[in-house]
């Protein structure tokens, strides 16, 4: 039972353009949600969080946005570099001492 | 700061043969766990350890997989035997406290391939 779902997995964008990137989630008791970035041959990397009592939270150039009733948070990376080719994964735990479920991932590639 | 090491990075066994990873946190961690995570897919929790002690392993498939942390620092996986749906990026990643909130950092994996 996937309870994360990145329903696009992949995204090709031109470098200096926004990326969006989406995340669905089933379970209505998670609260709070991560993104990682994972370059090949090497792990996760921690991006950005997001807890349930906001709704945004902005980290330079990455902004993730949270849509409780809809269940659905977004990636935005403005502007977009080639080095942020990558694929990214969203995560979501339903608090302390919970355990994160991960999105399948989506592969974003920035044109240049 | 050194991050979360893995060994070995790659291993390639035949199906009913035995395989062992190990992991070594970030220093001060409290917190250990192995993903398995199968080619298209997100990582999925196998087992989590906060210090030495097992604090979720509900999804680990005990008739062949084992994990010990035995000091609370290094740990190894293991698979006896292997079945070829085995095959997978197996990563190790550790947390400061207890998980659920807590940033994990992970290591950057053991590809296992079982012909």
């Known amino acids: 039972d996937q309870q994360v779902k990145q329903n696009s997995p992949s995204l090709s964008v031109q470098e200096g353009r926004i990326s969006i990137l989406n995340c669905d989630y089933t379970n209505s008791m998670f609260d709070y949600f991560l993104w990682y970035k994972k370059y090949p041959a090497e792990g996760p990397t921690f991006l950005i969080s997001?807890?349930?009592?906001?709704d945004k939270n902005e980290d330079g150039r990455f902004t993730v946005f949270l849509n409780k009733s809809a269940k659905h948070l977004s990636l935005h990376i403005v502007p977009s570099q080639p080095g942020d080719s990558a694929v990214y994964f969203c995560a979501a735990s339903a608090g302390t001492g919970n355990q994160f479920y991960f999105g399948t991932g989506t592969s974003l590639t920035v044109i240049p | 700061e050194a991050g979360v090491a893995q060994s070995p990075r790659y291993k390639i066994i035949e199906k009913r043969q035995s395989v062992a990873f190990w992991c070594n946190p970030i220093?001060?961690?409290?917190?250990l766990y192995w993903y398995q995570q199968i080619l298209g897919q997100g990582p999925k929790l196998l087992i989590q350890?906060?210090?030495?002690?097992?604090?979720?392993d509900s999804q680990l498939p005990k008739d062949r997989f084992s994990a010990e942390r035995l000091k609370g620092v290094d740990s190894t996986l293991k698979i006896q035997p292997a079945k070829l749906e085995d095959s997978a990026v197996y990563l190790c990643?550790?947390?400061?406290?207890?998980?659920?909130?807590?940033?994990?950092?992970f290591g950057p994996g053991t590809r296992l391939t079982v012909l």
């Open positions: 220093s001060g961690h409290a917190t």
């Open positions: 350890f906060q210090n030495n002690g097992v604090v979720d």
């Open positions: 990643a550790s947390s400061r406290d207890s998980g659920g909130t807590d940033t994990q950092y």
């Open positions: 997001i807890s349930s009592i906001k």
